[in-house]
């Protein structure tokens, strides 16, 4: 299936837009949440796979102009007369050499998202990068936790310890490469690079497949892993677990495993960086002769806050050090407290009046009479 149409976007779609859908169609289809639905599974894997190609601009680039194709072998003839599949080789199976001065590689090599030539060395063997979407509240941030996780994902074959032979025999090195993986010949003026075809590019070659992987050298099944969150972890950050992505093709390395953090919104704080803020009722009396007011902390602790006289609403009043902690450091951030000065409803008829002979005398509020002095200048100049 077209890589865009199972994601669900446009050919037009942005990286951002790519990515969104992914991830929304991975939460849908992961085996953890499917488990038995074999339907599921092999959709999880086509979604990865179209994932994997159209996140990079180099490889999306490649699918666009050239589709499956671009990632196919190219078929040639034997001896140095063989000719191209028009459009259907990769990086992976040739590269150019013109004289002793052009690197015709370099150009082709760039396009397909390759590197030099010891780059391209049997990258195909290595595992892929896997990512688990993890999401904890504010309180497990600042206290840092410890998860387990349950991936299906490929791991290395425990009968052939990942050689893909049986009963772990080491497997021969490949006659026809001498275990380069590549076949080199001359094609007219060119001196062409293929992957060797006796041995798929490993270098070696299996005389006696495993039974329980095929020769593949790694199976399918769930595994356990412990990690730990740190605290004061931030909102979108992934954590990255080197070699603990989907095990390589005989004996290849592993690729790493990303932790995406996502942190639920809270209700009665708000994080911006290391600084925890939060809004806090003031009483109208309160905020004018001031007072003490108790609040909650982020640690589930409480603390005093001093409201000073004259407190105006939105006035903020700073909290040291409890705040977020920085993640593997000894200091933390602050807490803001944001007072919102509460007007009093639902007053008496001697309340009222109370207010009304406060407001004919008062003389302590510079910002209400400034305000409206100002007022009068420009009404008075118009």
């Not at 003839?77 to 028009?86: E, I, V």
């Not at 490993?202 to 006696?208: D, N, R």
């Not at 329980?212 to 099944?221: I, Q």
């Not at 007011?293 to 050090?321: F, M, Y």
């Amino acid at each position: 299936m077209d890589y865009y149409e199972t994601l669900g976007v446009s050919k037009s779609a942005s990286d951002e837009e790519i990515k969104k859908a992914y991830r929304k169609m991975a939460m849908k289809y992961h085996p953890d949440k499917n488990e038995s639905n074999k339907e599921a599974e092999a959709k999880f894997k086509s979604i990865n796979e179209a994932y994997e190609t159209l996140k990079d601009p180099q490889k999306r680039a490649a699918y666009d102009r050239f589709g499956h194709d671009a990632y196919k072998n190219a078929s040639s003839g034997g001896g140095g007369g063989g000719g191209f599949n028009s459009g259907g080789f990769s990086s992976r199976d040739f590269h150019f050499e013109f004289g002793n001065d052009s690197d015709f590689s370099d150009i082709f090599e760039s396009f397909f998202g390759g590197g030099g030539r010891g780059d391209r060395e049997r990258v195909e063997m290595r595992g892929n990068d896997l990512q688990y979407d993890v999401t904890i509240t504010l309180e497990e941030a600042f206290r840092g936790k410890d998860i387990e996780l349950k991936l299906r994902t490929n791991v290395k074959c425990d009968d052939c310890n990942g050689t893909g032979s049986e009963n772990g025999v080491t497997p021969k090195v490949c006659p026809s490469c001498r275990g380069s993986g590549k076949m080199r010949f001359s094609q007219g003026f060119f001196m062409v690079e293929k992957v060797c075809s006796a041995c798929n590019g490993t270098g070696h070659i299996i005389e006696k497949s495993c039974k329980t992987c095929n020769g593949s050298g790694r199976v399918n099944k769930v595994r356990n892993l412990n990690v730990s969150i740190p605290a004061g972890i931030e909102d979108g950050i992934k954590i990255r677990l080197t070699g603990e992505g989907e095990a390589g093709i005989r004996g290849g390395k592993s690729g790493d495993l990303y932790i995406a953090i996502t942190i639920r919104s809270h209700e009665l704080f708000v994080r911006k960086k290391n600084d925890i803020h939060c809004d806090i009722p003031v009483s109208f009396v309160m905020a004018t002769l001031g007072g003490e007011v108790e609040v909650p902390t982020i640690d589930g602790k409480k603390a005093l806050v001093k409201i000073p006289a004259g407190t105006q609403s939105g006035q903020i009043l700073k909290l040291r050090g409890k705040g977020m902690p920085v993640v593997r450091g000894a200091s933390r951030g602050d807490m803001l407290v944001h007072a919102i000065i509460e007007t009093p409803t639902n007053l008496t008829d001697r309340q009222k009046e109370l207010l009304r002979e406060f407001d004919e005398d008062n003389q302590s509020s510079p910002k209400f009479s400034g305000f409206f002095s100002k007022v009068k200048e420009f009404w008075q100049e118009l």
